[in-house]
């Protein structure tokens, strides 16, 4: 079994007025680090092993995975193509089954993030549409192996700090 | 206004299919820095505003420096990708510090040696700033004066005063190892002995710092 760890970048600075207009350009905004810093420590709290942090090169994702690698305190952060905005569920699936870990977190865009929890939990496609992941969240999904219907949702992390929530992080699950 | 230029730690080599810009550290030049940062940190500094390069490389240097040190923003600066010139970069440092009193720039080569010949009206070629490095500059005037390097430092956390020089070509590099076990100060006797060996007798004097007086 591998555990795997979804990881949506904080919240960064949105594009248009003041931020940069180059996606590669967005930083994560000084509310999003302290934040994200903040579910870092809780999720680190926890006690859970992470052999290894995966991460989109995107700036935003980067940052985001430093936060986590610090908190967790690891020394090796990797940088995966596949999880760049634009990649494919597919392309991702086949590049994480060559990796030798039994615990991984992967650092990431939202909707790169969700097809892949809904592709490994095989969840309902009623209930796919209802997967929501907020910036900074954090969702455990344990998996034989890298391939469709092979995981079960554990549990995720909502960027507030709240405590644990079971499952996916479901749209109805967030009050407010 | 101090100016503190890092260079980012040392990264994974290139390889297909990975462009330049998502090569990230590697374990060691995490470890390396991390020290480097935690010296840093020690100092009790805080940095006003922390700026990277968009490379991968660059951020993760930016963040360890952060979780080590008192800071404030941290963001990210166009102008310190490697395919800038100096004086545009010099131009957006300025712009962006406004009046934050302590700023840290972190990036490449050869911009940041080529910064600093700027800054401290040296040779580029004099300067050797190596992975991991942090440079302190005082600038009065960061757009438009001259600017005063004080000192850099690299894992083992000493300061050494002035500008990273070049070695002599011919320097032998076991003094350096032997100063390493012995205390600070003969540390810094020895890398001043380094530094002097290293500046020709008038070109670049001024930046050592000791010079200075604008």
């Known amino acids: 079994m591998i555990r795997l760890y979804l990881v949506r970048h904080a919240v ?90 039994r615990s991984l977190a992967l650092v990431g865009h939202r909707r790169l993030l969700k097809e892949l929890a809904v592709v490994l939990s095989g ?11 907020k910036r900074g969240a954090i969702a455990r999904i344990d998996v034989r192996k890298m391939s469709a219907d092979s995981g079960a949702p ?12 079971d499952g996916l992080p479901l749209h109805d699950d967030s009050p407010g | 206004m101090q100016l503190y230029v890092v260079r980012h730690g040392i990264a994974v080599e290139g390889s297909d299919g990975m462009p330049d810009g998502s090569r990230p550290l590697t374990e060691k030049g ?36 952060a979780g080590a040190s008192k800071h404030g923003k941290v963001g990210v600066l166009e102008e310190l990708d490697p395919k800038f010139e100096a004086p545009a970069l010099r131009a957006a440092v300025a712009g962006r510090a406004g009046k ?35 440079v302190r500059l005082d600038a009065a005037d960061l757009a438009e004066e001259k600017s005063d390097a004080r000192w850099w430092m690299k894992a083992k956390g000493n300061r050494v005063k002035g500008l990273p020089l070049q070695k002599q070509a011919k ?27 290293a500046i020709p007798p008038k070109a670049a004097r001024p930046a050592t710092g000791a010079a200075v007086s604008v």
Not at chain 1, 27 to 49: D, Q
Not at chain 1, 124 to 132: D, I
Not at chain 2, 30 to 35: A, C, D, G, H, Y
Not at chain 2, 39 to 65: C, M, N, W, Y
């Open chain 1, 154 to 165: 554990r549990w995720w992390l909502a960027p507030s700090g709240k405590p644990l929530r």
């Open chain 2, 30 to 65: 995490r470890r390396r820095f991390l020290r480097t940062a935690r010296a840093f940190g020690k100092l009790g500094r805080k940095l006003d505003l922390i700026l990277t390069s968009p490379l991968v490389r660059a951020v993760q240097t930016a963040e360890i420096l």
């Open chain 2, 171 to 197: 320097a032998p590099r076991a003094p350096a190892k032997a100063a390493s076990g012995k205390s600070k100060r003969a540390a810094k006797h020895q890398a001043r002995k380094r530094t002097a060996a």
């Open chain 1, 123 to 133: 969840i309902a496609v009623g209930q796919a549409s209802r997967v929501r992941f």
């Open chain 2, 100 to 134: 934050a009193g302590t700023v840290a720039v972190v990036g490449h080569e050869p911009q940041l040696s080529s910064l600093l010949a700027l800054l401290c009206e040296v040779s580029q070629a004099d300067i050797d700033l190596k992975k991991g490095s942090i």
């Open chain 1, 12 to 101: 960064a600075t949105e594009p248009g007025e003041g931020a940069p207009p180059d996606d590669a350009l967005r930083a994560l905004t000084a509310r999003g680090r302290r934040r994200f810093r903040k579910n870092a420590r809780a999720f680190a709290g926890l006690g859970e092993e992470v052999e290894l942090i995966c991460t989109s090169p995107v700036l935003r994702a980067v940052q985001t995975a430093e936060l986590l690698a610090a908190a967790v305190g690891h020394d090796e952060v990797q940088v995966l193509e596949e999880l760049r905005r634009s990649g494919g569920v597919g392309a991702l699936l086949e590049k994480l089954s060559t990796l030798q870990v």
